[in-house]
């Protein structure tokens, strides 16, 4: 990192970072982040289904860390902010997954919420609500009940 707080460094990283992303701003090998997330060493959330599937991490969260801040601390939702029903679009661009996979994510029940609207086609639409136990920590299981974050 250079002279500048972590959120300038950062700030030309969208607000959901990919596991390689996140590996270049820590300078860690891939694999290691991975480990960490499938460890829940860092909050982290799956961007697929199944053990192949990459993470997606909430970019604040990796500004805790390097702030040696707790990074499981609650923040304010990455969806703040977005409408109560959000389209496979923004859901799309908010996660950084290609549509066809929320698609098939949804078409699977791995995305809370989902759910096909009687018109057009029935095209996938998401309650907000319900996405927050996606994306945000602790994860649905932290209470013992299921997690969207386990393959």
């Given amino acids: 990192m250079t002279d500048r707080e972590p959120e300038q460094v950062l700030a030309e990283y ?4 990919t596991g390689g992303e996140v590996a270049a701003i820590l ?4 694999r290691r982040v991975a480990s960490l997330a499938q460890n829940r060493e860092l909050p982290a959330f799956r961007a697929g289904i199944g053990p192949k599937a990459g993470w997606r991490f909430d970019k604040r969260r990796i500004v805790a860390v390097i702030e040696n801040r707790d990074p499981f601390a609650e923040l304010t939702s990455l969806l703040a902010g977005l409408p109560p029903v959000l389209t496979a679009q923004e859901l799309s661009d908010l996660l950084r997954i290609e549509r066809p996979r929320i698609a098939a994510m949804a078409a699977a029940g791995a995305i809370p919420g989902a759910f096909k609207t009687a018109h057009g086609g029935g095209v996938w639409r998401f309650d907000k609500r319900r996405i927050v136990a996606l ?3 602790p994860p649905a299981d932290a209470h013992g009940g299921p997690s969207p974050t386990t393959p």
């Fill in 27 to 30: 300078r860690l090998d891939p």
């Fill in 14 to 17: 969208p607000d959901v970072l």
């Fill in 135 to 137: 994306v945000d920590w």
